[in-house]
Nanobody, 126 residues
Framework: QVQLVESGGGLVQAGGSLRLSCTASGRTFGISTSAMGWCRQATGKEREFVAAINWIGSSTVYADSVKGRFTISRDNAKNTVYLQMNSLKSDDTAVYYC?????????????????WGQGTQVSVSS
């Protein structure tokens, strides 16, 4: 079983930045060959895809709503994936979840991910 733990959430003013981290523990064998992603869920809304990265970090994809503002990256030596969030908007307020899937390629839908973290709250004040 893989455990994913997110950190780095908080309260920030609109236009500010935050960097989320997600570290895998437990049965991490194979995590470095797994695609990873970030999703978010705002109050009263469904969970939505935000960004994904393939197993080696050579390919990334973003939701249109965050493209150009967010950057996903990973450090396989540390079993950690990051989400750098710049130019934050009030619409970015949500609980952000890290997820992994047992495949090397990108996952573009929330149902493609097998393991999830507990989430970290990001609140953007306008």
């Amino acid at each position: 079983q893989v455990q994913l733990v997110e950190s780095g959430g908080g309260l920030v003013q609109a236009g500010g930045s935050l960097r989320l981290s997600c570290t895998a523990s437990g049965r991490t064998f194979g995590i470095s060959t797994s695609a990873m992603g970030w999703c978010r869920q705002a109050t009263g809304k469904e969970r939505e895809f935000v960004a994904a990265i393939n197993w080696i970090g050579s390919s990334t994809v973003y939701a249109d709503s965050v493209k150009g503002r967010f950057t996903i990256s990973r450090d396989n030596a540390k079993n950690t994936v990051y989400l750098q969030m710049n130019s934050l908007k009030s619409d970015d307020t949500a609980v952000y979840y890290c997820a992994s899937r047992p495949h090397a390629g990108l996952g573009l839908r929330t149902d493609e991910y097998a393991y999830w973290g507990q989430g970290t709250q990001v609140s953007v004040s306008s």
